[in-house]
C-alpha cells in the first residue's frame, strides 16, 4: 500500500531559491511541496490551509524572519523545522542555532541546483528523517522539579573527565547544559554532536556566547585542560590515549558517523574509565549505545536523556535497552548532578 507523501512547507524570501528547491524536491516521489512561502508571516497564513508534515524555512526574510516563524509555530502548534542556511561564515551563520534554540530540529546548508549538487540529495534525507519525528510541546529547560534523591545518593569529588554525545534535537540542550557549568569547572568535556557540514564553527561560535567555560574545536593531537569544552574537527574521530591525552584519527565512520560518539567513548572506557562520566542526549539511530554499554563496564558514571525531555529517544533509548546507562535523567536533572558531582555552584 502507497504512503501518503511528505508534505514540505518552503519558506524563503528569493523567489530562485523556491524554484531550485521546488524542483529538486519534485524529483524525490515520496515528497510533496504543498505551499511556498516569502516570509514567516505568510507561512502562517499557508500552516492550516497546507498542514505541512514539515516546514524548511530560511532565516533572514522581511517582515517575519526565520526566527520568528520558528517562534510561533512551537508556541502554538509543533511541526517539524528545517533551517536552510547558503551564509556559512562565521560571522553570521552562528544565528542560525538561534532558530534551533527556538525549537528548530536541524540546519542545512541551502542546495543552490537542483541538479548536481550534493546539498540537494542531503536537503532530501533529511525532510525525510525529520518529518517523521513527533513534536510534543517542549520540556521548559529552566524549570522544573529534580529528583533529588537520585542525584544526592552519588558522591561526589571522584569523577575528573566528561563526555556528552548528541544528535537530533542535541544543540539547545547541550547549550542549556553547558551553559550553566562555571568558568572553574574542574574537569575537560568532550562534546560530540551530529551536525550537518559547515556548521561545526558557527556552532561553537554560539556555544561561546552562551557558556562560561571556553570552547574549542580539537586540531590535533593535545593534552585536554580541565575548564575547556572540546569539540572534535569536522570528519575526524576523537579518542582518548590517556587519561587527558586525545587524538584524531580518520578512521572508517562508524554507523555513518565521522565523529562518531561511539568510538569516542569506547576510547574514554579504555583511557579513563571509571574517572568518566558519560552523557547520551537526544538523537536518532544507535551511536553512542555501544559507547555507553563499554563505559559502563568500566564503571564509569553513564547518563541517558529521559524519553519525555528528548526530541528523538533513538540514541538514549538503545543504551537503555543494552544496558548503557547508570541513569536516565532529563537535562535539568543532568545539570544539578553534574554541579553536584564537583561540588559546583550554577554559572550565573
Known amino acids: 500500500m502507497a504512503h501518503n507523501p511528505i508534505r514540505v512547507l518552503l519558506v524563503d524570501d528569493s523567489k530562485i531559491a523556491l524554484a531550485v528547491l521546488s524542483k529538486g524536491l519534485a524529483k524525490a516521489s515520496d515528497i510533496t511541496v504543498v505551499g511556498t512561502a516569502s516570509n514567516g508571516f505568510e507561512a502562517l497564513t499557508q500552516i492550516p490551509k497546507y498542514r505541512p508534515d514539515i516546514i524548511c524555512t530560511d532565516y533572514f526574510m522581511p517582515q517575519m524572519d526565520g526566527l520568528e516563524l520558528t517562534k510561533k509555530v512551537m508556541q502554538n502548534s509543533p511541526i517539524p523545522i528545517l533551517v536552510m542556511s547558503s551564509r556559512l561564515d562565521p560571522k553570521s551563520s552562528s544565528e542560525v542555532f538561534d532558530l534551533l534554540e527556538a525549537g528548530a530540529l536541524d540546519c542545512i546548508k541551502k542546495p543552490i541546483s537542483d541538479e548536481s549538487d550534493p546539498s540537494m540529495q542531503m536537503f532530501i534525507e533529511k525532510i525525510r528523517i525529520l518529518s517523521k519525528i513527533y513534536l510534543h510541546r517542549r520540556l521548559n529547560l529552566k524549570q522544573g522539579s529534580t529528583s533529588n534523591y537520585v542525584i544526592n545518593a552519588i558522591k561526589p569529588g571522584k569523577y575528573r573527565f566528561v563526555i556528552i554525545g548528541a544528535s537530533t534535537g542535541g544543540p539547545n540542550i547541550l547549550m542549556d547544559i553547558l551553559s550553566t557549568l562555571p568558568e572553574n569547572f574542574p574537569a575537560p568535556i568532550i562534546c560530540i554532536q551530529h551536525i550537518s557540514p559547515g556548521f561545526l564553527q558557527p556552532f561553537v561560535d554560539w556555544l561561546r556566547l552562551r557558556c562560561k567555560m571556553k570552547v574549542e574545536i580539537l586540531m590535533q593531537d593535545k593534552h585536554l585542560e580541565r575548564g575547556v569544552i572540546y569539540l572534535p574537527k569536522e570528519g575526524y574521530h576523537i579518542e582518548m590515549k590517556s587519561t587527558f591525552m586525545a587524538g584524531l584519527t580518520l578512521k572508517p565512520p562508524f554507523h555513518g558517523h565521522r565523529p562518531s560518539i561511539t568510538v569516542a567513548m569506547k576510547s574514554v572506557a579504555e583511557a579513563v574509565r571509571n574517572d568518566a562520566i558519560g ?70
Open 279 to 348: 552523557i547520551l542526549l537526544t538523537g536518532m539511530g544507535d551511536d553512542g549505545a555501544e559507547g555507553m554499554v563499554a563505559m559502563t563496564q568500566a564503571k564509569a558514571l553513564t547518563i541517558a536523556q529521559s524519553e519525555e525531555s528528548c526530541t528523538v529517544f533513538g540514541m538514549p533509548k538503545e543504551a537503555i535497552s543494552l544496558g548503557g546507562a547508570t541513569l536516565v535523567l532529563n537535562p535539568i536533572e543532568i545539570k544539578a548532578l553534574l554541579l553536584r558531582l564537583f561540588m559546583l555552584t550554577p554559572a550565573d
